[in-house]
């Protein structure tokens, strides 16, 4: 696809999107499954960008810093295209659902309508680095819950395309969310989407409506460990990082 007819499909299939019922369910637990969004060559162009290491700005291996057991890229500026129009469209829609999240809590931060105005923010705090990724497992591969924070300002809602299939290309390696629940037992969820889906999700907390009004639910992420196979996914964070 040309750089147009990429900007015109995520905007269309966007646009499609039951944004009511996504604003809902994120209020209600965090994240929200989205379902083929994107098609399986989009999914493949994607992955291939895996062995193009010119792309990137920095390679992790995660069993060095103790992260767990893979390897992710992060990806220098300018983004390939079709990752910076799926950020910068996406960051449209799910701007309003960041700023009732701070306005329930009190918290005195306003999210620009502008991606690119956003991120003018990020920079004015030194942080300038690229933070989409693509993220690799092999069998017994794993991420250690954690949350994907990377200077002062942050956007509190990111997302993650599954890039191929599993019980095809891979087994196990579930992507989990886990709530902290104040004076309570941890709550877990565990999804394993397809090949082109996409999953929206709390960065770091989501607001909870309490007896004395609204209070966050701290909740991190991770990925289980894979019994087979190789697992791909693409991350999209909307602020930017200081390193």
């Not at 604003?23 to 994607?46: N, P």
């Not at 999700?201 to 609204?214: A, I, N, S």
């Amino acid at each position: 696809m040309q750089p147009p007819e990429i900007e015109q499909y995520f905007r269309k299939k966007l646009a499609q999107l039951d944004w009511q019922n996504i604003t809902k369910m994120m209020h209600q637990q965090g994240y929200m499954l989205l379902e083929q969004l994107l098609t399986e060559s989009q999914c493949d162009l994607i992955k291939s960008h895996y062995d193009h290491p010119t792309l990137y700005r920095k390679t992790v291996n995660m069993q060095r810093y103790r992260f767990g057991l893979g390897e992710y890229r992060y990806f220098n500026y300018p983004l390939p295209h079709m990752i910076h129009q799926l950020r910068t469209q996406m960051y449209s829609y799910l701007m309003p659902i960041a700023n009732a999240w701070f306005n329930m809590l009190n918290i005195e931060t306003t999210f620009p309508e502008n991606h690119q105005d956003f991120l003018f923010q990020c920079h004015q705090k030194g942080q300038l680095k690229a933070t989409p990724l693509i993220l690799k497992y092999d069998k017994n591969g794993f991420n250690t819950l954690h949350q994907d924070l990377y200077g002062e300002v942050y956007f509190p809602i990111q997302l993650v395309v599954f890039l191929n299939q599993v019980n095809t290309d891979y087994q196990g390696g579930e992507f989990v969310l886990t709530q902290q629940i104040p004076r309570a037992q941890s709550k877990v969820t565990v999804l394993q989407p397809k090949k082109g889906d996409v999953v929206i999700f709390t960065t770091q907390f989501k607001p909870e409506k309490g007896l004395r009004g609204y209070y966050r639910i701290n909740i991190k992420h991770g990925v289980s460990p894979l019994h087979q196979g190789e697992r791909y996914t693409l991350g999209i964070i909307f602020h930017d990082a200081v390193n």
